[in-house]
T-cell receptor
Framework: QKEVEQNSGPLSVPEGAIASLNCTYSDRGSQSFFWYRQYSGKSPELIMFIYSNGDKEDGRFTAQLNKASQYVSLLIRDSQPSDSATYLCAGQPEDNNNDMRFGAGTRLTVKP | EAGVAQSPRYKIIEKRQSVAFWCNPISGHATLYWYQQILGQGPKLLIQFQNNGVVDDSQLPKDRFSAERLKGVDSTLKIQPAKLEDSAVYLC????????????????FGPGTRLTVL
């Protein structure tokens, strides 16, 4: 079983809609979770991280964490064509706070 | 603040040849990581350094891959000999390496080196 799993997509939403990206993890001891955005041919760039149950908002982005369900999500409000990219979810296992396990990523396309 | 630097950006070699990649982390970052990202997959950790010591190299194919970070700053990753399945982007990342196992030791990625093995 993969430690971090994501729906590979592709996910397609119209401009202005809410995009919902989901991630599940198997290590119940994982503490922190990260969302990275990766444009084609580019390196991952950090969008936000979350380590407490509940929601964390940053501009148009909201990360949600539910440790009981081992579920992390990223919502993108008012989606723009420039949001079209692959979104990587990563978790930090409890036994090594500097290590990260990445999911395979979800490809998002925002259509004008 | 300068980001993580990597070179070369692209490399094409034939199988059984050797190749080396270089990484210079963000100034002051104690922890350095090398990842392999195969097309369509998420990054896979190869090796993690804390200063000049190895923290985790459990997923490094040690029969052909080696890495060092001799002075605790920049690092090199070597493949010898290369195989076709080594074709991937090799990403270097660094993080502050906060003491005490801080919950959010965020990693920052370099631009990567795209390796093609023919």
């Amino acid at each position: 079983q993969k430690e971090v799993e994501q729906n590979s997509g592709p996910l397609s939403v119209p401009e202005g809609a809410i995009a919902s990206l989901n991630c599940t993890y198997s290590d119940r001891g994982s503490q922190s979770f990260f969302w990275y955005r990766q444009y084609s041919g580019k390196s991952p760039e950090l969008i936000m991280f979350i380590y407490s149950n509940g929601d964390k908002e940053d501009g148009r982005f909201t990360a949600q964490l539910n440790k009981a369900s081992q579920y992390v999500s990223l919502l993108i409000r008012d989606s723009q064509p420039s949001d079209s990219a692959t979104y990587l979810c990563a978790g930090q296992p409890e036994d090594n706070n500097n290590d990260m396990r990445f999911g395979a990523g979800t490809r998002l396309t925002v259509k004008p | 603040e300068a980001g993580v630097a990597q070179s070369p950006r692209y490399k094409i070699i034939e199988k059984r040849q050797s190749v080396a990649f270089w990484c210079n982390p963000i100034s002051g970052h104690a922890t350095l990581y090398w990842y392999q990202q195969i097309l369509g997959q998420g990054p896979k950790l190869l090796i993690q350094f804390q200063n000049n010591g190895v923290v985790d190299d459990s997923q490094l194919p040690k029969d052909r891959f080696s890495a060092e970070r001799l002075k605790g700053v920049d690092s090199t990753l070597k493949i010898q000999p290369a195989k076709l399945e080594d074709s991937a982007v090799y990403l270097c990342a660094s993080s502050p390496g906060l003491a005490g196992g801080h919950l959010t030791d965020t990693q920052y990625f370099g631009p990567g080196t795209r390796l093609t093995v023919l």
